[in-house]
């Protein structure tokens, strides 16, 4: 296999590309060919490709997707989603757009903050929306008057806070951002690699029809940006989408920023487009990189129980 590497000590200068014999696997690993070559990857971080998917959506589809399904898990909702009203902050993101397809693909009832030019985007995946900002309280409790059951936080900020003002539960909200969350009485989520969840992820996607759209604003039913996917259970809550959506590589994203103006806000988004840039270095292999983190060692809290 050619390689970069080093035959002797020294700087980057005297890295070289040379050809080196295949890589060693254990009883926990596989190779995996990225384009011409082998790399050795753990089990479990792999599933299946859907065939439906191209590897850049693959990617993208592991990435979002698993912090989605896993912070649903982590709250119970994996099958007791059914008729909750279930608020996503950041919804029109690549975590959030995932969360709101899996929530109402379960049953629920999904309330999403997005800015005012996403709130068409949200609608088309089955989302409620809402604008965030100051008085978000109010405009939630508009169409969930007496709550929500349970809040998905993927944008920081006081969105824990606001959100305990509106639950039925406050210990009900689960955060990939807010760390001290815990001390909230909530719950943090560090996404781990899962074959089983990457293989219901995967189950989703069909073979089949590709469907495009100009961007999140186009009009519901005429297309989704994405790969057709596994049609919901014929019992799903009506209105729901019927088909999980991943962006095709190079389409507009949902436009207007998801994170708070200032300083902080601009840090928050430089992190944010380092995070999306180390995932595309994904795109090369078969069985899409998911979400980093996954070298933590900490158990995983047990779901919450309804």
């Not at 709250?75 to 959030?96: C, F």
């Not at 639950?167 to 909530?186: A, H, T």
Request: hydrophobic share 35%.
């Amino acid at each position: 296999m050619k390689a970069i590497a080093m035959s002797k000590y020294g700087g980057p200068e005297d890295l070289e590309l040379m050809e080196l014999p295949g890589p060693p696997v254990g009883p926990d690993s596989v190779r995996v060919r990225v384009r011409t070559e082998l790399v050795p990857a753990p089990v479990r971080t792999l599933a299946r490709k859907p065939e439906a998917l191209s590897r850049e959506q693959a990617a993208g589809l592991s990435l979002a997707g698993l912090t989605a399904r896993q912070c649903l898990k982590r709250l119970g909702l994996a099958e007791m989603a059914r008729d909750k009203v279930i608020l996503v902050h950041a919804a029109s993101g690549g975590v959030g757009s995932m969360a709101v397809q899996l929530a109402a693909a379960l049953g629920a009832r999904v309330i999403g903050t997005a800015s005012e030019h996403n709130h068409g985007y949200l609608r088309g995946l089955g989302a409620e929306p809402v604008t965030y900002g100051e008085g978000l309280a109010d405009r939630v409790g508009e169409p969930a008057p007496d709550g929500v059951d349970a809040a998905l936080d993927f944008v920081g900020g006081d969105a824990v806070e606001v959100s305990q003002e509106m639950l039925k539960n406050p210990g009900r909200v689960v955060s990939v951002v807010d760390k001290e969350v815990k001390e909230k009485g909530g719950e943090y989520l560090f996404v781990r690699p899962d074959p089983e969840d990457l293989a219901a992820l995967a189950g989703l996607a069909l073979d089949g029809e590709t469907h495009r759209a100009r961007g999140p604003g186009a009009a519901a039913g005429r297309g989704r940006r994405g790969v057709a996917a596994q049609p919901v259970r014929s019992d799903a809550r009506k209105g729901g989408p019927d088909r999980l959506t991943q962006p095709d590589p190079g389409s507009p994203a949902p436009t207007g920023s998801r994170f708070p103006r200032g300083a902080r806000g601009e840090r928050r988004s430089r992190r944010h487009r380092a995070g999306t840039a180390e995932s595309s270095s994904a795109r090369a292999t078969a069985a899409a990189r998911p979400c980093q983190g996954w070298g933590n060692s900490e158990p995983p809290s047990t779901p919450i129980s309804w």
